[in-house]
């Protein structure tokens, strides 16, 4: 019986990056996790728009949670930014009963629904770790990644009341995913550091600065590649390498990849986009 859920895509991954919606739909067809879509979602403010008006973010993800709630479903991101601004939407609404009203007021008035605070953001890797079990993903394996992995977690999943399950100060979820995906998880300091994203829109040199020391570290502790839980960190670390690593003076060049796909690779997807990885990842590292 597949297991249903809401999918909220973020701002990122149907334009910027849509190499993670390509993977992510086989990946759960895989696994038996049906996906369904949220038509009228809208942008969760990608902590943007919550620094000139926080309670407009907050009505955003409510009617998003909302929406979801409507169809008695939790929702999947395979973006840890959107995750934690959703959970910091159910934190705020639950601490502040007041505040919550007020926002949903809003909500009610102009769509004409509001979030009762049943249903639940849930991150692509912790719903793989906790509800599909590693042992289900491990059988799920065809092509072991067989690779040296660094996981960068970033700092959003990584706040109060958003690890679900994983430890806040050193999680590991991600890297007992590398393993029971056939990879070899690399230690490394800066794996909960920021990237400086979506800052690189204002403060451009400081963020490749920040880019740099984290792709840097991941380098220089071994790694093959890096395996991204956040969708706007991922154009952080890919897109954006070469010119942290002009500005910083730091070796950067590395592979990239999202969880999406890396678990999409491993269970037989995409085999070519797989083969090009380890041939990239063998030339880099040499």
Known sequence: MAVKIAYYAGNTARAASSEVEDCIQP???TLGIQLIELPKASSDGGNIIKQSSPKLQHALV?????LAESKNLDVLTTCATSYGIMC???DEFSRDHGFANSVNNLVARTTGIEYKGESKPRHLLHFLVEEIGLETIRDAVINPIRMDVAAYYGPNMQRDG????????????LEQL?????GTP??????CQSVGAPALLTINKPVMKMTAAVLADAKSSGADLMVSACTISHANLDSYQSKAGKISGKNTS???VHLAELVAFAFGHFPD????LRVRSLVIGG
Do not use: E
Not at 62 to 66: P, S, V
Not at 162 to 173: C, K, W
Not at 186 to 191: A, L, P, Q, R, T
């Open 178 to 182: 590398i393993v029971a995906l056939g």
């Open 27 to 29: 990946l759960c067809k």
């Open 88 to 90: 910091d939407t159910v």
């Open 162 to 173: 958003a690890t679900s399950g994983d430890d806040a100060f050193m999680p590991t979820y």
């Open 186 to 191: 690399v230690d490394y300091d800066s794996k």
């Open 62 to 66: 409510a009617r998003n949670l909302a």
């Open 254 to 256: 590395m592979p990239i």
């Open 273 to 276: 986009r797989l083969a090009q």
